[in-house]
C-alpha cells in the first residue's frame, strides 16, 4: 500500500512540474507567390498572384486583386493584363500570343512591391506522334495496360528544355514529365509516360512545351522537392522572379497530339 502511494506521489509530482511553454511564431511571414505562364494560344495566358499562408493559417492562398500587371516583348509591344472579375487574383490577357524567339518581360506593381521577370521563348516545336505498347498482366493480375511514349525531333540550332504535360481521359497528370538536348541534341527524343495508369479506350492528349532554362531549372527542382511548390523553407524551387517574390514567370511555344488507346 505504501508503495502505491509512493506511485501516485511520484505522478502527481510529475504533473504539477509540468510548464507550458509559448513559442514565438512569426505571423508577418507572408511572401507573394507569382505564377505567371504565357502560351501560344488564345485566352490561355494568365498571371495569378497570391500570398503564403501564415504558420496560423492553413486555409489556403490569400489572392492578390487590384495589382497593375503589364507584359512587354523584346519588340517594344506592351500588353496589359487585366484582373479576371470571376477568379480574384487572375490576370488575363485573353488576345495575348507569344511567338518564337522572343523575349518577354514581366512586371508587378503590388501595393509597395515591384516585382519583375524575364522568359524567352524558343523556335517552334513540333510533337512528332505517340505511339504505346501493351503491358499484359503483372503482380498477380491478368489485366491488359499500355504504355504510351511521346516522341519529338529536337532542333539542333539551340538549347533546348521541355516539358511534357498527358490528360488521361482530359485528367491532367501531376507528373513533371522533363526532358533537354544535352544527350539527344539535334536527334528524335522518345520517352514513356510512365507514371501514368492507361487502358484500353483512353484517350491520351500530350502537350509538349518548349521552355528557356530558367522556367526547366524551376520545375527540375521542384520535381525534387518535398516541400511543395511554394513552401516557405529553403526547399523553394529556383525562381526567375526579382523583387523578393515566390514563383516563376515563363513565356512557351506549344504543340498538343491525341491518342486514343483501341479497345
Known amino acids: ?70 507584359v512587354t516583348d523584346d519588340q517594344g509591344n506592351t500588353y496589359n493584363f487585366l484582373e479576371d472579375g470571376n477568379q480574384a487574383g487572375s490576370y488575363r490577357n485573353s488576345s495575348f500570343l507569344t511567338q518564337p524567339n522572343y523575349t518577354y ?12 521577370a524575364k522568359s524567352s521563348t524558343k523556335g517552334s516545336v513540333v510533337l512528332d506522334s505517340l505511339t504505346y505498347i501493351p503491358q499484359y498482366g503483372g503482380f498477380g493480375t491478368e489485366d491488359t495496360t499500355f504504355l504510351v511514349f511521346y516522341n519529338f525531333s529536337d ?17 491532367r497528370s501531376d507528373f513533371l514529365y522533363l526532358q533537354n538536348d544535352q544527350l539527344f541534341n539535334g536527334k528524335t ?6 507514371a501514368e495508369s492507361i487502358e484500353a479506350g483512353d484517350t491520351i492528349l500530350a502537350r509538349l512545351i518548349s521552355m528557356d532554362k530558367e522556367n526547366y531549372k524551376y520545375f527540375n527542382t521542384l520535381s525534387n522537392n518535398d516541400g511543395g511548390a511554394f513552401s516557405p523553407t529553403p526547399a523553394n524551387p529556383v525562381s526567375n522572379i526579382e523583387g523578393g517574390a515566390l514563383g516563376y514567370f515563363g513565356a512557351y511555344i506549344t504543340d498538343n497530339d491525341t491518342i486514343i488507346i483501341p479497345e
Request: proline share 4%; aromatic share 12%.
Open 155 to 171: 532542333e539542333a540550332a539551340q538549347e533546348n528544355y521541355y516539358r511534357m504535360i498527358p490528360y488521361v481521359n482530359d485528367e
Open 105 to 116: 518581360a514581366l512586371t508587378i506593381y503590388v501595393d509597395d512591391d515591384t516585382l519583375t
Open 1 to 70: 500500500m505504501k508503495q502505491e502511494l509512493m506511485i501516485i506521489s511520484l505522478i502527481l509530482f510529475f504533473f504539477s512540474c509540468e510548464k507550458v511553454i509559448e513559442v514565438p511564431l512569426d505571423e508577418a511571414s507572408q511572401q507573394i507567390v507569382v505564377e505567371g505562364t504565357l502560351y501560344d494560344q488564345p485566352d490561355e495566358s494568365v498571371v495569378k498572384l497570391s500570398r503564403t499562408g501564415s504558420v496560423y493559417d492553413d486555409s489556403g492562398f490569400e489572392k492578390i486583386s487590384g495589382a497593375q500587371v503589364t
Open 189 to 194: 527524343i522518345r520517352a514513356p509516360f510512365f
